[in-house]
């Protein structure tokens, strides 16, 4: 069912603290935001299972709208019913849970690997370690890395179209290695977005072994970048490696029209709509618990970038890692010590939840915000137009 035949659309996004929901609905022949709820997510103790809340969420939502939306079995009602039960479309974003650690393997840094990082940018991947032809690393200190890593992932890239086939086929051979290297209950997901010319060679050599994902060549040619299919890929990656993590999600996607995809992939679809629909550019920021992104839209040219060690909440007490104190204290209209902000980051990230309690907890609350957004965006802007991030 596609969304342009949908009446009424229900979202619900998994969120590290909170799990929202949203009904959306034709009124009047225009889509409207008919109602929102918002409850604690529950992946955590003592329910682990992000299930509970999920039926909490959807219970305010249908007491708000009067509106049945759930079946006693927990299930979403799909599709509407001739009495305005049930939604004829549900999708469900998370970003809960830690992202996807990924192996990147690439002929040459400045080109497929350069292109492989600004495609992973796009979702929830932490990328451990990046394995190329041309460093001075030998074999067995590659398959070390590789193996010792534990990834959920290994992202192969290289060779333009047209071009080399041997090279690529050397590091697709030394995954295939490391994974037979692995016990069988923690072999890694393969996504290859290479020389579309090895494919079939590329499923010879894993499709027995591991599950695999083909994805467009991140760099077809050496002066344009194709990073869209392998973010949808990237994006079903995650999609898998999310049901298989257990806590509910494998339910939640079999209900879902496309299953549990990254929130970020949201932020870029609105984002790309919005860039293609009016006239100048587009930024969208979401600075979470654990994770922030931006999303902006450059002469209709769309990408985004997530940032594992930048959140308010879990990563509070890493944040100090990508941004310096200094530039957190600019922001406060006060004299603060290290020893204060570093507290205050600490005592938040062992109770996310929480809101600030003082005036003074506020400014600091607001002080990280913003020094988190200006690091995220100074990194962020080299990719935003194909040829800027080809220089970088």
Known sequence: MSISRSTSILAVDF????????LIDLVDGVYTLVAQAQEKTTAGFPHGDVGVGFVRVLTQLSVNTGRRLISNEGRVISPEQSDRTGVDLFLATATIGRPLRTILMGLFGEISIASGKRAASGTYVDILETISLGENRTLEDQLNAITLARPDLIFITGGTEGGAEEPVLELAQMARMALRLMPKGVKPSVLYAGNSAIIPQIHELFDKLTGIFIADNVRPTPERESLESAQKSLAQAYNAFTEKRGLGFDVIAEMSAIGVVPSAQS????????GRSVRGGILAVDIGSAVSTMSASVKRYTATSIRTDIGLGHSANVILNAVPISAIREWLPFQATDDEITAYTLNKSLRPATIPET????????????????TLLRDSRPTWTPDTALDN
């Open 15 to 22: 969120g590290n603290v909170n799990t929202r929901s949203i």
């Open 267 to 274: 932020y870029q679809t609105i984002v790309d709509y919005l």
């Open 359 to 374: 005036v003074r907890d506020v400014y600091f609350e607001h002080a990280l915000l913003r020094a988190s957004m200006r």
